[in-house]
């Protein structure tokens, strides 16, 4: 379960005002470190008509991986489990133990599957890709295989990745066992025999490198117009969005909404963005950007019926076994804390900002017969960080603020209020932002208590 923090928040906050009557030094810590925002990703999610989910691997769902797998997304994707070598390692003997735990998990989680992959030139049993058949054998196997695993999880499964990467990045159709022997259209083939054998799950095309406006995506772009003209059934396209950190396509929506007006659904069927390593606060802050970039774009299309990541945690993800010296793709550490991308996938479901694991110091640097400077600074803990702050206190002896520089203060009795200014507003993973105001005193200049968020 996600733990509450409330009580925590409540101690911290009696604990830090008592503290603070005495000490020339006031802060405030909202909270401490969490393990999830308030309200889950899913929650959220569900208040933009989305779905949020993560691929994952059906023998880790238990313990933290399993809290997090089951409280925070509501729909997994597979990541390996129902790939052909998966399901049938020997010809004829199959294999559905992971594969059939991750839908009783999801059912037991109230959550949604997306069944990946039937159709790939990838992680094909060996007897496959190692025999010798003529192309009507193929054909017939390749029908038997989806009918047969189709129909395994008929009425369980939201939708099916049906073909996966058939095209080139040019745009051609990759040379594969299927293309290579029985044509290209057996996509339309496997999209056919995949809807009679379960009427209701999505059927999608699935690719990589086709989230923005470009020669790939534009080829799948025409595949689906093709097919829809066709009167083949094609539910959906899924943008898989294995991106490069600084590397959003700027085209992601538009893209997504030329689909749309196909009139098919689209998917973030497996986003991650990975970096260089090591990770630095400065990267995981840039990585929130992307990861709020991307997710913005699909709320911003109905059609976009929301974003799975491949892979919630670092310690299950595909990056750094095959780019070397990459890493820390997915919004939560191999340790299970949430990063700064955790929280932008949260903000742009609605999710407030969370100043959480962020605090603010309160300080009076000089001070003159009736005059004093002041300044607070704000510092968030490695993995927060804030995109806009706002901090508050109230005067206990009669100060005024006469005149504040990077920030904008208002007072109100004894109320004061500053909010970034349009150059500050970003407070790093790691890091901290200053700000400063000159007052007026009289008696006694006691340090006030200041709220952050
Ligand atoms: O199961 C064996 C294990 O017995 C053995 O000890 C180990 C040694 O390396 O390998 C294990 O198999 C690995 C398998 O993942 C399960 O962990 C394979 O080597 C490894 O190649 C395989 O990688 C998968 C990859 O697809 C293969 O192409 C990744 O986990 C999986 O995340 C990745 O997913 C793909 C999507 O299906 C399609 N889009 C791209 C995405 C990333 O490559």
């Given at each position: 379960m996600t733990p509450s923090r409330t009580p925590?928040?409540?101690?911290?906050?009696?604990?830090?005002?008592?503290?603070?009557?005495?000490?020339t030094t006031a802060t405030l810590l909202l909270a401490a470190p969490a393990t999830a925002a308030d309200p889950p990703l899913r929650d959220l999610a569900t208040t933009k008509a989305k779905v949020i989910g993560t691929a994952v691997t059906g023998s880790k769902l238990t313990a933290t991986y399993g809290d997090l797998a089951g409280t925070q997304f509501n729909s997994l994707t597979p990541g390996n489990a129902m790939k052909w070598e998966s399901v049938e390692p020997t010809r004829g003997t199959y294999n559905w133990t992971e594969a059939d735990q991750i839908v009783a998990f999801a059912q037991a989680h109230n959550q949604q599957v997306r069944g990946h992959t039937l159709v790939w030139h990838n992680q094909n049993p060996a007897w496959l890709t190692n025999g010798t058949w003529t192309p009507?054998?193929?054909?017939?196997?390749?029908?038997?295989?989806i009918t047969t695993e189709v129909t395994r999880y008929k009425g369980k499964l939201a939708a099916w990745d049906v073909v996966n990467e058939p095209f080139n990045e040019d745009g051609t159709y990759r040379p594969t066992i299927w293309s290579d022997n029985l044509?290209?259209?057996?996509?339309?083939?496997?999209?056919?025999?995949?809807?009679?054998?379960?009427p209701t799950a999505k059927l999608y095309v699935n690719d990589y490198n086709v989230e923005g406006v470009n020669a790939k995506s534009t080829a799948l772009y025409n595949l689906v117009k093709s097919l829809k003209e066709r009167g083949i059934p094609i539910d959906g396209v899924g943008l898989q969005a294995h991106l490069i950190l600084g590397q959003y396509p700027s085209s992601l929506q538009?893209?997504?909404?030329?689909?749309?007006?196909?009139?098919?659904?689209?998917?973030?069927?497996?986003?991650?963005?990975?970096?260089?390593?090591?990770?630095?606060?400065?990267?995981?802050?840039?990585?929130?950007?992307?990861?709020?970039?991307?997710?913005?774009?699909?709320?911003?299309?109905?059609?976009?019926?929301?974003?799975?990541?491949?892979?919630?945690?670092?310690?299950?993800?595909?990056?750094?076994?095959?780019?070397?010296?990459?890493?820390?793709?997915?919004?939560?550490t191999e340790n299970f804390t949430p990063k700064p991308a955790y929280y932008a996938i949260a903000q742009s479901f609605g999710g407030t900002p969370s100043a959480e694991g962020c605090a603010a110091t309160y300080s009076v640097p000089s001070q003159w017969n009736t005059g004093?400077?002041?300044?607070?600074?704000?510092?968030?803990?490695?993995?927060?960080?804030?995109?806009?702050?706002?901090?508050?206190?109230?005067?206990?002896?009669?100060?005024?603020?006469?005149?504040?520089w990077n920030a904008t203060c208002a007072q109100a009795g004894a109320s004061v209020t500053c909010v970034n200014a349009s150059y500050n507003g970003t407070v790093p993973s790691g890091g901290s932002v200053s700000f400063g105001f000159n007052g007026t005193w009289s008696g006694n200049n006691p340090v006030p208590t200041v709220t952050l968020g």
């Open positions: 925590l928040r409540t101690r911290l906050r009696t604990l830090l005002t008592g503290a603070a009557a005495t000490a009507a054998q193929l054909g017939t196997l390749l029908q038997d295989h044509g290209t259209d057996y996509i339309a083939k496997a999209l056919t025999w995949a809807r009679a054998a379960d538009q893209n997504i909404q030329r689909f749309a007006d196909l009139g098919v659904d689209v998917a973030i069927t497996e986003l991650d963005i990975r970096m260089q390593l090591p990770s630095t606060d400065a990267k995981l802050t840039q990585q929130a950007v992307d990861y709020k970039a991307v997710v913005d774009a699909c709320v911003a299309v109905t059609r976009c019926v929301g974003v799975t990541v491949w892979g919630f945690t670092d310690s299950d993800s595909w990056v750094p076994d095959v780019f070397d010296g990459y890493g820390a793709a997915t919004p939560y004093f400077t002041g300044q607070v600074t704000i510092t968030c803990s490695p993995g927060r960080s804030l995109s806009s702050w706002k901090v508050s206190w109230t005067y206990g002896a009669g100060q005024r603020v006469t005149q504040a």
